[in-house]
């Protein structure tokens, strides 16, 4: 079995500050990481994934996510937000080599950008 | 390209009510998922289809039924619905198997259910 623990349910930041959004997750086999976004009144879109080779993995609107194995996190990184950055993001680990690679999520982070 | 589509967008049923809430494909994906999103709760999965002709119970079951119709289309059914399934219901879908490494999933925009 795996688990996605986001270690902050909300995170204020003004804008052009830089943020992390911070993901730890537990598993007994290798995964694959996903950062999702989700805009107000939206379904979610992939922000970045990584699958293996390089653990620093860049996704669109400026975020970045670097795989840190010994201490099984995956945290989200900004240099800086725009107040457009406004949204919820979610952590998410898929089992390698599972039959229908059934993601878990963890249960997000509200990111609020204030002017 | 329309993606994932979920129709209806939003639905107010009374306890006891059936519906079923319809979702589709165009990207010619074989896994097929239904996800519940309540505060604070994440996405929590329903059922899904690793393939055309299969489907298989998720975190939370109980109250919905699912037919994976072929492959571009996965219903989702209430069969009576109580106040506990008020939620926002999420379609997604993914490659599945896949020798080319794509295995995040495409979300549709969500049906958003009160039942009262």
């Known amino acids: 079995a795996q688990s996605v623990t986001q270690l902050d349910s909300q995170v204020p930041v003004f804008e052009e500050a830089p943020v992390e959004l911070r993901c730890n997750y537990s598993s007994s086999v290798s995964v694959y990481l996903f950062w999702y976004v989700q805009y107000p009144n939206q379904g979610l879109q992939l922000l970045l994934k990584y699958l293996s080779g390089s653990t620093l993995v860049k996704g669109i609107n400026g975020f970045e996510a670097e795989f840190n194995k010994s201490q099984t996190s995956f945290h989200l990184r900004k240099p800086s937000v725009h107040i457009s950055d406004t949204a919820e993001y979610f952590c998410?680990?898929?089992?390698?080599?599972?039959?229908?690679?059934?993601?878990?999520f963890g249960r997000g982070t509200s990111l609020i950008v204030h002017p | 390209n329309a993606g994932v589509t979920q129709t209806p967008k939003f639905q107010v049923l009374k306890t006891g009510q059936s519906m079923t809430l319809q979702c589709a494909q165009d990207m010619n994906h074989n896994s097929m998922y239904w996800y519940r999103q309540d505060p604070g709760m994440g996405l929590r999965l329903i059922y899904y289809s690793a393939s055309e002709g299969t489907t298989d119970k998720g975190e939370v079951p109980n109250g919905y039924n699912v037919s994976r119709l072929n492959k571009r289309e996965f219903s989702l059914r209430l069969e009576s619905a109580a106040p506990s399934q008020t939620s926002v219901y999420f379609c997604?879908?993914?490659?599945?198997?896949?020798?080319?490494?794509?295995?995040?999933?495409?979300f549709g925009p969500g049906t958003r259910l009160t039942v009262t």
């Open positions: 998410a680990v898929t089992r390698r080599g599972g039959g229908s690679y059934i993601p878990t």
């Open positions: 997604a879908s993914s490659e599945g198997r896949t020798v080319t490494g794509s295995y995040e999933q495409y």
